[in-house]
Structure formats: C-alpha cells, structure tokens
C-alpha cells in the first residue's frame, strides 16, 4: 500500500491574462502535468489562449488544456491564483489590494468548495495580502495556502549576483524575504558563494561587493518590476518560472528550499502576517519555514516589512 494517495497531475490557473497564460505555456513545456484548465471571466481570451497552446501540445507533451469555469478546478492538486488587475499609476498599495480583494471574495470560495482538498497558489498583487485574505477566505490550513512572495525577487537578487561576480546565477544562494515588494528585505549576512560567505569570497577569488553595489544590486532588485513595467508594460516570464518551480516541488514532492509567501505567527516576534521566509515546499504544499540567523537589522527590517503589510491588512478591514 502507498503510504500517500497519488496527487493528481491536473493544474488550475484562474485568470489566462499575461501571467496565467504565460505560466499555462511554462507548464505546457515543463511536461510536469496531464491537464490544464484555464479559467477567465473573459471567457473569450481564455480560448484563445487554450487554442494556441493545444497547437503547441504536438511538439511538447501529451497535455490536455482547456477552458473552463469553477466547477472544473475539481481534483485540481494545486489552484493557481494570478486573476486581478494590476496596480494603477494614481493607485496605492491598499487601493489595489480593495480592487483585487474585491474579486477575491467571489473566487476564493468557489475554488475551495469545488476543490476543498487542493493547494492555492496565489500570485496576484499585493501577493503577500491577497494571500492572507485567501487563508482567511477559504478555510484551509496555512500549509496549503502559498503565496509566490518573493520567489521572484529572490531568482532577480541572484541573477544580479551572478552577472556581477561572473557566475551561473544558481551558484549564488542569496534570499530576499519579507514583502513581495518596497520593503523587501536582502539577507546579505547568510548570501554565499561555494558555502564562503560573500566578504569570504570576495576576499579569497579578488573581487569585490561592497556597500555602493550591495545597495546598487539591492535596489535593482527592488525597483525590477517597474522599470520592466516602464518597458514593456507588464512581467510575466520569471514570475511564471517562479510558479512552475513551486508547482514541481509540490507535484514531484521534492522538499526544495523556496522563498514564498507564507503565514508567520511567532517567528522574530512577528504575529500573523504572511511574507516570504525560505520555506520547504513539498507535496503537503509548505512543510516548514526554515529559521535564519539574521543579523540585527535584517531582523528589524523584517519587522518593519511585516508592519507595512499589517497597515494594508488592517486598512482592508
Ligand atoms: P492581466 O490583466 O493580463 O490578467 C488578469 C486576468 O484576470 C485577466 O485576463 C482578467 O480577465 C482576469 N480576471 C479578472 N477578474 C477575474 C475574475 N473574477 N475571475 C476570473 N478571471 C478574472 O494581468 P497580469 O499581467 O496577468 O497580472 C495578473 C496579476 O499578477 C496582477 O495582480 C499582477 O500585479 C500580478 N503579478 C504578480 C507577480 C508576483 O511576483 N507576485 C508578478 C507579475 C504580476
């Protein structure tokens, strides 16, 4: 006898705009699961973009795609949220988390009633609030309610390590935890190359990180999405990698190390508040928060990362 039941390889994604669509296609290529429902209220886009990746489905793996509504979330193993609108130019934080809250309130339950046993994975903005107010929503255990937090900032932080000191971006281990977003927090005290710490490294191979291209990186990082945003109008291809990264440690069970957004009620004397700490991800969806030893201030900007995102949970009542 399997000591588990088998998690099913069928995937949701509510919301088919450039997110949802552009994940639907990272996970399409990744071969990781046998069938995608995409599910809009703009039923009309949700087809199209079911069509143009069932075209794709020939040249990349046996996947049935299609289109459907709440009901079909059914049997789902994981739920992917990223329906919502983005935020305004005249619009700020707590405006955007309203509007989007908004919407929340009509699809959380109905996930959760067709799929009562499945993982939600929210990615839509504010990330780390609308994915407290989908624990709260939906009535499941914070193990199965994860948001992509700062999976993405983390993946930037490394890619800039990496372009900096010459290296494959995954030989960097570098995080960035606290809010998806301004006060976002760089843990440079445990950031490694090779398991020397950074100074240690810079030391030994003759180069150099110090405070200006810390800060430089740092604020990069940071201020990516909305100089992409400037750009081009929107990000979706890393957040989507982010997302079918998530998706594989769950399905495939693998106990990775991720940043994600996550309900922390105790740790650094922080009480219910959902950020991004380095978490195990697994077939139980988190299976625990890894503790890091911060320095001083890392801790106390965590904290006050954790404070901003209590004004926006407090200001959506
Ligand atoms: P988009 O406008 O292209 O797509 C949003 C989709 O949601 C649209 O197709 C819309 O019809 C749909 N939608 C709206 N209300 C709905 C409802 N009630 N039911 C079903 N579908 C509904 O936006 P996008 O660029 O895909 O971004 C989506 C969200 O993801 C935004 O909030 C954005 O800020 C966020 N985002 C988050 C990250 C992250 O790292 N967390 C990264 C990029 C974007």
């Given at each position: 006898?399997?000591?588990?039941?088998?998690?099913?390889?069928?995937?949701?994604?509510?919301?088919?705009?450039?997110?949802?669509?552009?994940?639907?296609?990272?996970?399409?290529?990744?071969?990781?699961?046998?069938?995608?429902?995409?599910?809009?209220?703009?039923t009309?886009?949700?087809?199209?973009?079911?069509?143009?990746?069932?075209?794709a489905?020939?040249?990349?793996?046996?996947?049935?795609?299609?289109?459907?509504?709440?009901?079909d979330c059914?049997?789902?193993?994981?739920?992917?949220?990223?329906?919502?609108?983005?935020?305004?130019?005249?619009?700020?934080?707590?405006?955007?988390?309203k509007?989007?809250?908004?919407?929340?309130?009509?699809i959380?339950?109905?996930?959760?009633?067709n799929?009562?046993?499945?993982?939600?994975?929210?990615?839509?903005?504010p990330v780390?609030i609308?994915s407290?107010f989908?624990l709260?929503?939906?009535?499941?255990?914070?193990?199965?309610?994860?948001?992509?937090?700062?999976?993405l900032?983390?993946?930037r932080?490394r890619?800039?390590?990496?372009q900096?000191?010459?290296?494959?971006?995954?030989?960097?281990?570098?995080?960035?935890?606290?809010?998806?977003?301004?006060?976002e927090?760089?843990?440079?005290?445990?950031?490694?190359?090779?398991?020397?710490?950074?100074?240690?490294?810079?030391r030994?191979?003759?180069?150099?990180c110090?405070?200006?291209?810390?800060?430089?990186?740092?604020?990069?990082?940071?201020d990516?999405?909305?100089?992409?945003?400037?750009?081009?109008?929107a990000?979706?291809?890393?957040?989507a990698?982010?997302l079918?990264?998530?998706?594989?440690?769950?399905?495939?069970?693998?106990?990775?190390?991720?940043s994600?957004?996550t309900?922390?009620?105790?740790?650094?004397?922080?009480?219910?508040?959902?950020?991004?700490?380095?978490?195990?991800?697994?077939?139980?969806?988190?299976?625990?928060?890894?503790?890091?030893p911060?320095?001083?201030?890392?801790?106390?900007?965590?904290?006050?990362?954790?404070?901003?995102?209590?004004?926006?949970?407090?200001?959506?009542g």
């Open positions: 006898m399997p000591k588990y039941k088998t998690l099913s390889r069928k995937i949701s994604i509510i919301g088919a705009g450039n997110v949802g669509a552009t994940f639907a296609y990272a996970l399409l290529l990744s071969g990781l699961c046998s069938e995608i429902v995409l599910i809009d209220q703009n009309q886009k949700a087809e199209g973009e079911v069509m143009d990746l069932n075209h489905v020939p040249l990349a793996h046996p996947t049935r795609i299609r289109v459907g509504d709440h009901k059914a049997d789902s193993s994981i739920s992917v949220v990223t329906a919502g609108t983005a935020q305004r130019p005249d619009e700020n934080r707590l405006d955007l988390a509007r989007n809250a908004a919407i929340f309130r009509q959380i339950p109905m996930i959760v009633k799929n009562p046993d499945g993982i939600l994975l929210i990615t839509t903005n780390d609308l407290h989908s709260q929503l939906s009535g499941l255990p914070d193990n199965k309610v994860i948001g992509s937090g700062t999976i900032d983390t993946a932080f890619y800039l390590l990496g900096h000191f010459n290296l494959d971006a995954r030989s960097v281990h570098a995080f960035i935890i606290g809010e998806h977003g301004d006060s927090v760089p843990v440079w005290s445990l950031a490694n190359v090779a398991g020397m710490p950074i100074e240690e490294y810079c030994t191979n003759g180069c150099e110090n405070e200006v291209t810390r800060n430089k990186i740092y604020l990069q990082t940071r990516a999405a909305y100089e992409i945003i400037a750009k081009k109008g990000t979706y291809y890393a957040i990698s982010g079918v990264r998530i998706v594989e440690s769950i399905l495939r069970d693998q106990h990775t190390i991720l994600v957004s309900h922390i009620n105790g740790l650094y004397e922080i009480q219910d508040t959902f950020l991004s700490l380095p978490c195990v991800i697994n077939r139980n969806g988190i299976d625990r928060i890894i503790q890091l911060l320095a001083p201030s890392e801790a106390a900007a965590l904290q006050k990362s954790a404070k901003a995102l209590g004004g926006i949970m407090r200001g959506l």
